[in-house]
C-alpha cells in the first residue's frame, strides 16, 4: 500500500511523464513537428508598383583609337595626333571638355612566337574615351566625325535621362505605387473584416536600366571614303518603383 501511496504523488508522477518524454523524443520514431504562430499585433504589409515610360535624353558612347607598327614611337605619334583632332572636334561639336573622358590607354609589344626565343615584331597602341552627348541631335554627327578622324572601334551608345527628370518621372511612379498599396490593403481589409490603422513603416525599391545599342567596329583599313549616316533611336526607358506599405490593424 505504501508503494502504491508513492507512486501515485503528483512529484513523483510529474517526474516519471518528463522521464518517458525524454526517452520517446531521444529513441522513439523520428516524427516531424511544425508549429505555426502568429503574433498579435504584427502590422499587415503589402506592395504597389509603379511604372512610368521616359525618353532618355543624355547619349554616351566609347570612342577607340588602334593602331599598331613595327616603331613605338611612330605608332605613339600616330595615335597621339588622332586623339588630339578627336578630341578637338568633339569641342567644336559643343561637347564640352567634362564630358570627354579617358578611360583607356593600352601600349603592348606583339611577338613572333615561331623562333626562340620570341622576338618583338611590332607594337599596338590604343586609346579609349567616354563621351557624354547631352544633345541627342549631336550624336550622329559624333559618330560620323569620328570615324571620319580615325576612330576605329565604336562601342555600344547607351542612353540616359538627366537627374531632374528622372527626380520628377520617380515622383509619379512613387505615386502611383503608394496608391496600388493602398488599394491593395483596403480591399484585403474589407475582404477579411478588420480595421486598417496608421502606416507604421514604408520602404521602396526603384529600377532604371538604360538599353544600350551595340553598333559595328568600323575597319582603320581601306573602305569608302562616304560615310554613311547611323541612325540612332534612343526609344523609351521604363522607370519601376516598388512600395512597401506597413499598416496597423485595429
Known amino acids: 500500500m505504501e508503494t502504491q501511496n508513492i507512486l501515485k504523488h503528483p512529484l513523483v508522477l510529474l517526474v516519471s511523464f518528463f522521464t518517458l518524454l525524454f526517452l520517446f523524443t531521444k529513441f ?8 505555426l504562430s502568429q503574433e498579435k499585433g504584427q502590422p499587415l504589409i503589402v506592395q504597389g508598383q509603379g511604372k512610368v515610360a521616359v525618353a532618355p535624353d543624355i547619349a554616351k558612347v566609347s570612342l577607340g583609337i588602334e593602331e599598331t607598327g613595327s616603331s613605338l614611337r611612330a605608332v605613339q605619334d600616330s595615335v597621339n595626333k588622332k586623339s588630339k ?7 567644336k561639336l ?7 573622358k579617358t578611360t583607356s590607354y593600352n601600349l603592348y609589344p606583339e611577338y613572333d612566337y615561331q623562333g ?6 611590332g607594337f599596338r597602341v590604343s586609346i579609349t574615351y567616354e563621351v557624354k552627348i547631352p544633345d541627342f541631335d549631336k550624336v550622329n554627327d559624333v559618330l560620323v566625325k569620328a570615324t571620319e578622324i580615325g576612330a576605329n572601334s565604336i562601342g555600344n551608345v547607351s542612353f540616359e535621362v538627366n537627374d531632374k527628370t528622372k527626380k520628377e518621372k520617380l515622383q509619379e511612379a512613387r505615386e502611383e505605387a503608394i496608391k496600388e498599396a493602398k488599394d491593395k490593403a483596403e480591399g484585403l481589409a474589407k475582404a477579411a473584416g478588420i480595421t486598417l490603422g496608421e502606416i507604421v513603416n514604408i520602404s521602396e525599391q526603384q529600377g532604371f536600366e538604360p538599353r544600350p545599342i551595340p553598333l559595328l567596329e568600323k575597319s582603320g583599313i581601306g573602305g569608302d571614303t562616304q560615310i554613311a549616316q547611323p ?3 534612343p526609344g523609351e526607358t521604363e522607370l519601376s518603383v516598388i512600395v512597401s506599405l506597413s499598416f496597423e490593424l485595429r
Open 85 to 91: 583632332s578627336l578630341t578637338d572636334e568633339l569641342k
Open 116 to 121: 626562340r626565343p620570341p622576338r618583338v615584331t
Open 94 to 100: 559643343g561637347i564640352k571638355e567634362g564630358n570627354i
Open 231 to 233: 541612325e540612332i533611336a
Open 28 to 35: 522513439g520514431p523520428n516524427l516531424g513537428l511544425s508549429i
